[in-house]
């Protein structure tokens, strides 16, 4: 008998967390890393039977990915994470600035539905009942919230889902990584305009030219003084997150309900 559980993301959501630090510690089931995403489904239909984890963030891919993985394990338990629609939005337009893009934040997504993040990216309620209609199992929606504020009960709640155990002396409930703050990305961004930071699809460029400056970059800037930072402005206004925060304001509101019912019927005292 084969059971498999779906982490879906989403993406900047604690993911990086998860799949390096908790799922390689749960005990009792098979974790099937991200890197080996693509052959997932062959790996676990190789086995035959077993208990199985697979993991991949997902965003604007979520509803094409989820149709592949659950025309053939429909059964499948899917667990998702979710964040706020303005910082989740903020985080990613971060990664992209930190990835080599040159997106102004407006380019990148704004409330007329123009930017390369569309609004219908970020209508989260939509997403669980899109997991709802593909998988048989009740999905296990989460609040990264809760990861910051307890992570100890986060965590057991993906345990208890999954039927899975783990040492927490071993765990370190802290973030595997931080956010990059606003001075590196400045000089990523300044770089980005003389020097090509996206890779594509090409690992030879990704490993042999585009980490190699990327990170270090990175890294030295955050010891360069205040006035030698470049002086670029691609930050959002706070007004126009707080925009962002009100426009989807039911949607959240929608999720965070799902949440504490579905927890109550999952985890029942």
């Given at each position: 008998m084969v059971e498999v559980y779906f982490h879906v993301g989403l993406g900047k959501t604690g993911s990086k967390y998860l799949q390096f630090v908790f799922f390689p510690a749960l005990k009792g089931i098979k974790y099937i890393h991200?890197?080996?995403?693509?052959?997932?489904?062959?790996?676990?239909?190789?086995?035959?039977?077993?208990?199985?984890?697979?993991?991949?963030?997902?965003?604007?891919?979520?509803e094409k990915e989820i149709k592949w993985f659950s025309s053939d394990f429909p059964n499948a338990g899917a667990i998702m994470v979710l964040r706020r629609h303005d910082e989740w939005i903020l985080s990613?337009?971060?990664?992209?600035?930190?990835?080599g893009h040159r997106f102004s934040?407006?380019?990148?997504?704004?409330?007329?539905?123009?930017?390369?993040?569309?609004?219908?990216?970020?209508?989260?309620?939509?997403?669980i009942k899109f997991l709802e209609r593909h998988f048989t199992k009740k999905p296990l929606v989460l609040l990264y919230d809760e990861l910051?504020?307890?992570?100890?009960?986060?965590?057991?709640?993906?345990?208890?889902?999954?039927?899975?155990?783990?040492?927490?002396?071993?765990?370190?409930?802290?973030?595997?990584?931080?956010?990059?703050n606003e001075k590196q990305l400045k000089f990523i961004y300044a770089l980005s305009k003389h020097?090509?930071?996206?890779?594509g699809d090409s690992k030879i460029k990704k490993y042999l030219f585009v980490y190699p400056i990327r990170y270090p970059v990175l890294y030295l800037s955050k010891y360069v003084p205040d006035r030698f930072v470049p002086k670029v402005d691609f930050m959002p206004e706070k007004k126009k997150l707080e925009e962002i925060r009100e426009?989807?304001?039911?949607?959240?509101e929608k999720c965070v309900d799902y949440v504490k019912h579905s927890n109550e019927v999952l985890f029942p005292r």
């Open positions: 991200m890197t080996k995403y693509k052959k997932s489904k062959e790996i676990i239909k190789k086995a035959g039977d077993g208990k199985f984890l697979v993991s991949r963030e997902f965003d604007r891919q979520f990613q337009y971060k990664r992209f600035i930190k990835n934040f407006d380019e990148f997504f704004n409330l007329d539905n123009t930017g390369f993040f569309k609004i219908e990216h970020m209508l989260f309620f939509e997403k910051r504020s307890n992570p100890e009960s986060f965590l057991d709640k993906i345990a208890a889902y999954t039927g899975t155990t783990y040492d927490k002396n071993r765990i370190k409930f802290s973030k595997k990584h931080a956010s990059y020097i090509n930071l996206i890779p426009f989807f304001k039911e949607d959240w």
